[in-house]
């Protein structure tokens, strides 16, 4: 594949940059009243009336020239075709060889992604369900720990993606969150992670989600191997299955956990 660098609307854009783009200067650029008109947009859900989304641009150091040549560099690096195909669920990681289905994960509009002919939105949605019942049930006390007592502590075992994603969710929805009701993240091999986050939990009101796409991962495999020991020092076998839930690649799961408590991602 040529190089970005190489192309034509590449070379137009550099040549912006070096005549121009190098002086442009915030403050010259917000004195054209009209420039916030032209430097936004906004969305509105389908089922709304009002815009929820506001993405204002015109504080970027851009013209109108600067963005039209961006915007004919992204055209013809043909990102709009890439953006379809991630959306229309075609193979576009190529190094794990398959589709990326995030966007599956929040289209509510239900239209259908289909994958080998296959339309992937009733599994999303089962598993969307699956997951509102087990938060419902934990918030509502309706699942309790090993000894009947409602959980007060939830600790995320995972590192990368399987951390900040569970992180990001839980910082944004912050708001809804039930009081008295803690959630931790260990993403740390470094034993004192785990060490410093169990001094302050109690096994009888704590419940620990193993989130991994792979399974394959060694922080969160270990980290999960020393929460499931910590946990089986005061309770039984068979209530560790209870008390863990995976979430990742069905195929795999995790040693100890029904798949019961396995929410494919
Ligand atoms: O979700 P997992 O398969 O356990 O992977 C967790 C993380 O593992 C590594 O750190 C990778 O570099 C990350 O990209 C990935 O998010």
Redesign the pocket.
Known sequence: MPSVTQSPAWKALQAHYDAQGKTLNLRTLLADKSRFERYHATFTAPAEQHPSILLDYSKNIVSDETLALLLTLARDSHVEAHRDAMFNGSTVNITERRSVLHTALRNRSNTPVKVDGEDQMPLVNAVLAQMRATSDAIRSGKWTGYTGKAITDVVNI?????DLGPVMVTEALKHYAKPGLNVHFVSNVDGTHMAETLKTLDRETTIFIV???????I??LTNAGTAKAWFLEQANDVSVLLRFIGG?GLKRGIKGCVSKFLYRI
Request: charged share 15%; proline share 0%.
């Open positions: 995972g590192i990368g993606g399987s989130a991994s796409k792979t399974f394959t991962t922080e969160t990742g």
